[in-house]
């Protein structure tokens, strides 16, 4: 049973294991990435926890030892299900991925030390994650794991990202001087940097955005999905360029759920085939819309600067009245010219010095230079409560520069994010990019994205959102959508069952961890809601198969969320790989594992793991357009779509299967 959990040495002892993979964490996201190595990549684990319970989620039983336990029983029980329903898809892989491999070897240490990572056996594993919460953790840890094994690959979680690249730099510059002649892919994958918050945002976004469109960019590559509704009855609905995906067959019930994992035949379905496609009639679909070279980015969009703009330090109502004495000005001075013959240049400057008090008494002159002198003096005495005004806005405006904006009275059509944490602040930037305006909720005056929102100029209610009072203040009964993004899964709940109480048809994605919660919330949200739109999302389990990927010493180019499932895009070289070198684009599609979207036709030596190429001025040579007779070649390198468990079959290390005895 994998819930066994052997009890801890009283000694340090030496792993019994080689060439395995060794997870360091403290929170979801390490766990969530043993159970991605073990259960799709059938490698042996060894997970180190600290001991003892969650300090930050003390009303949990179990300590990280007995949540990891629990998880690994889940996961088998749901592997043993799927294995056996013959679905076809990515649960029937041909060869087993568990087959002679131990179950995780879980151990306790408080800190990633030198008698932490010698028990756990770094001198001879393969890869080690570092996916603690602590940026300065990760590091410390990272550069004592180079030292012991200068040719162990690392997989280090950051929220920093200049911080990240020059870590990344330094550690490859110490791989290459303790082993020389390393080679260049090799070197390239020897450390590997990632943000946990850079890797979910892109999906917890689309959450919110209007129509389901998903859209993976890396460098040079441009995608974009679309979920559409389940067509007529005896239709089928639009397969687009190709259909990614099968939704569950009780999406569109009320008492239906969410698909994961463990949701069987009524599940999602990845990448089926045409006739899995044509037999779905009623269930809806994510089909690939465009398949396209990504463009050079465009110039960013003017969020904040040195120099606040016009608009933020004046009002509205100031700068219409500016206008109006400008062009009483401008009246005065045309009038003046045309009843006094003066010229324009002379007549605007006698009406300036009228307009200030500064010019002589018009005695003797014609009546209308009189008249015009007086109309003057009237401008004047309104232009010096304009001015008045105008300098206590710009003291007041310096002076809440560096607060926080409070919601506008007529705001609507928003996104209501709660939470400005590391993935929260995520989202932040990356719905600003796309330009869907936003209201922030946040609980702690202090949290790591008030300073954003503060740069962004985003309104922000700082407050308790459980407190009545604050999702009002948030404008949630005008707003698009509700994202729930704090890190405790009730407090998302309840702020989405209050949200809905004030409008029940409301948008509504929260982040949610544990699956079987997610899917008793979505059910009885549905079924209470039934016309509005309800998402779960976990933001370890959409950034764990990115982490997983680059221990096995490669790089995912983006994910896309099918309810609770992943689907992966990476790029794969050709060579080595049975399953596509020497067979057709066609013959290599494998439904409900792989599929083939595009070939990079870039020289080897000039590639890159991004698909970037070398210089702006040299285009990427992806192809898109592939005919389905191509033959794949050893030297080609191909853009894949994948399931979890299908790039695990690819990227799988070769080695013999030892039984047990």
């Not at 109006?324 to 009038?335: D, K, N, R, T």
């Not at 700082?462 to 005008?478: F, H, S």
Request: glycine share 10%; aromatic share 4%.
């Amino acid at each position: 049973m994998l819930g066994h959990v052997p009890p801890l040495p009283q000694q340090p002892q030496r792993s019994p294991f080689s060439g395995h993979m060794v997870v360091c964490g403290d929170d979801a996201l390490a766990r969530r990435l043993a159970v991605e190595l073990r259960y799709v990549y059938g490698e042996r684990v060894t997970l180190v926890l600290p001991p003892g319970r969650d300090a930050r989620r003390p009303e949990l039983p179990l300590t990280g030892r007995g949540l990891a336990a629990a998880l690994f029983g889940r996961m088998s029980s749901a592997m043993n299900r799927n294995g056996g329903n013959g679905g076809g898809g990515a649960d029937s892989l041909g060869d087993d991925t568990n087959a002679g491999v131990e179950a995780v070897r879980i151990m306790e240490a408080p800190e990633p030390s030198d008698e932490a990572f010698e028990e756990a056996g770094i001198e001879s594993a393969a890869a080690l994650a570092l996916v603690y919460d602590d940026d300065e953790r990760n590091i410390r840890a990272a550069l004592t794991a180079r030292r012991i094994n200068p040719r162990l690959r690392l997989v280090i979680r950051l929220y920093n990202r200049k911080l990240g690249q020059h870590l990344e730099t330094l550690l490859d510059q110490a791989a290459a001087l303790a082993t020389p002649g390393l080679d260049r892919a090799a070197l390239d994958a020897s450390t590997t940097v990632l943000s946990d918050a850079d890797t979910a945002a892109p999906a917890l976004a689309a959450t919110v955005l209007t129509g389901s469109s998903k859209v993976i960019q890396a460098e040079g590559l441009l995608l974009r999905a679309a979920e559409r509704t389940p067509p007529g009855g005896g239709q089928i609905a639009d397969p687009g360029l190709c259909t990614l995906a099968l939704l569950s067959s009780t999406t569109h019930d009320p008492a239906g759920t969410e698909g994961s994992d463990s949701s069987g035949d009524e599940g999602p379905r990845l990448l089926p085939d045409e006739r899995q496609v044509a037999a779905a009639t009623g269930r809806g679909t994510i089909v690939l819309e465009a398949v396209s070279q990504a463009g050079p980015p465009g110039p960013a969009s003017r969020m904040s600067g040195r120099g606040a703009p016009l608009g933020q330090v004046f009002s509205r109502r100031l700068r219409w009245s500016a206008l109006g004495v400008g062009l009483a000005v401008l009246a005065l001075a045309i009038a003046s010219t045309l009843t006094t013959g003066d010229n324009p240049v002379h007549a605007t400057y006698l009406t300036l010095l009228d307009l200030f008090a500064m010019g002589d008494p018009a005695i003797g002159d014609p009546t209308a230079r009189q008249i015009i002198q007086l109309l003057s003096g009237v401008a004047g005495l309104m232009l010096l409560p304009l001015l008045v005004a105008g300098v206590l806005e710009a003291f007041g405006s310096l002076r809440t520069a560096s607060s926080l904006r409070r919601p506008p009275r007529g705001l609507s059509g928003h996104v209501v994010l709660l939470g400005l944490g590391k993935i929260g602040t995520r989202v932040l930037v990356r719905l600003r990019e796309l330009g869907i305006p936003v209201v922030c909720v946040e609980d702690d005056p202090d949290a790591r994205g008030i300073p954003v929102a503060r740069r962004l100029h985003v309104p922000v209610v700082i407050g308790d959102v459980t407190q009545e009072g604050v999702l009002e203040a948030a404008k949630i009964q005008r707003s698009r959508a509700l994202l729930a993004l704090t890190s405790i899964d009730t407090t998302n709940l309840e702020a989405a069952l209050y949200a809905r109480s004030v409008k029940p048809d409301l948008r509504v994605a929260l982040r949610l961890y544990d699956d079987e919660f997610a899917t008793a919330v979505y059910r009885t949200l549905r079924t209470a809601h039934p016309h509005a739109v309800t998402r779960s999302r976990s933001v370890s389990h959409l950034a764990a198969p990115a982490f997983a990927v680059a221990m096995m010493g490669r790089q995912i180019l983006g994910a896309i969320p099918v309810e609770r499932k992943v689907m992966l895009f990476a790029a794969v070289e050709v060579a080595g790989h049975p399953q596509l070198e020497g067979r057709t684009v066609e013959q290599a599609f494998r439904a409900g594992a792989w599929r083939v979207l595009a070939l990079d036709a870039t020289p080897p030596e000039d590639r890159r793991p991004d698909l970037a190429p070398l210089s702006p001025d040299r285009p990427s040579g992806l192809v898109w357009d592939l005919h389905p007779g191509y033959v794949l070649r050893p030297e080609d390198r191909v853009v894949i779509a994948a399931t979890r468990r299908g790039l695990a079959e690819l990227l799988r290390r070769r080695r013999p299967v030892i039984p047990r005895q």
